[in-house]
């Protein structure tokens, strides 16, 4: 067999051919869209009429936002393989958070109007919530849930469903406790309530990627991995619950519960 030496200078090999490989990837793909870019940074549509204008606009829209988003993987998978390769002590998902830090601190020094850079930025930073929701999260928990093991899953549910339940209630009102008593907004409790439930949801994703580079047990990791996955679902159905408290309409509530939200949200 080889040495741990020779076997960890393997990995870091094939870690820095599997990170060029992916850079090379994603930078053909986002070399596709850098003429419509370009185009669209230099481009005065003065002569044109107005239709054509929309409709320009709208494509380039669509390629910088096409651009902008392979620009962000190139920048990951690169972070990535540097990291892998010089054996940095941080994990990856943490290097990601600096990194978007640092973007989202750069785009504080201009405009939308200014140059391409902080019109896509823009344009990821005025999403509308309902897509994330509706599209992004959905996939990322997915993911998550499909990787998970079945048989461990099954074992830990009772502890998973304990944390999920009333170990989000408890975060819930904690939350709300420190709205209430501590914040100098004056919020009422239902407000409180909401603001609790929206902090009480964990983050499936970002754990688990945690939990495989620090190389724990399966069973913790499955353990926090259902919780989370259990989570977001609890929590999504009492801000909801809560939401409808604070706007006053009581009843509704109970019939979202019992009618639709809880069986589409745990399902």
Known sequence: GLSPIRRTCCRKQLAYRQGAQNIKMLLGLASL?????????????????EVHHDSHDEHNSGGLAIFFFALVLVLGVVTHTIAEWISLPIPYTVLMLILGMLIGASNLQGG??????????????TIDPHLLLGIFLPA????????????????????????????VAISMILAAVVGVYIFPY??????ALVFGSILSATDPVAVVALLRELGVSKKLATLIEGESLFNDGTAYVMFLVWRE???????????????FQFPQQTL
Request: net charge negative.
């Open 33 to 49: 869209y850098l003429p419509t870019v370009a185009a669209g940074g230099s481009t005065n549509s003065t002569n044109g009429t």
């Open 112 to 125: 939308p109007g200014d140059n391409w850079f902080h019109e896509a930025m823009d344009m990821y930073a």
């Open 140 to 167: 990322l928990i997915f993911e998550s849930a499909f990787s998970s093991s079945f048989h461990i899953i099954k074992r830990e549910l009772g502890q998973a469903l304990l944390l999920a339940g009333p170990g």
């Open 186 to 191: 004056n919020w009422s409790w239902w407000a």
């Open 245 to 259: 408290f604070l706007v006053g309409d009581e009843l509704a509530v109970w019939e979202i519960i019992v009618a």
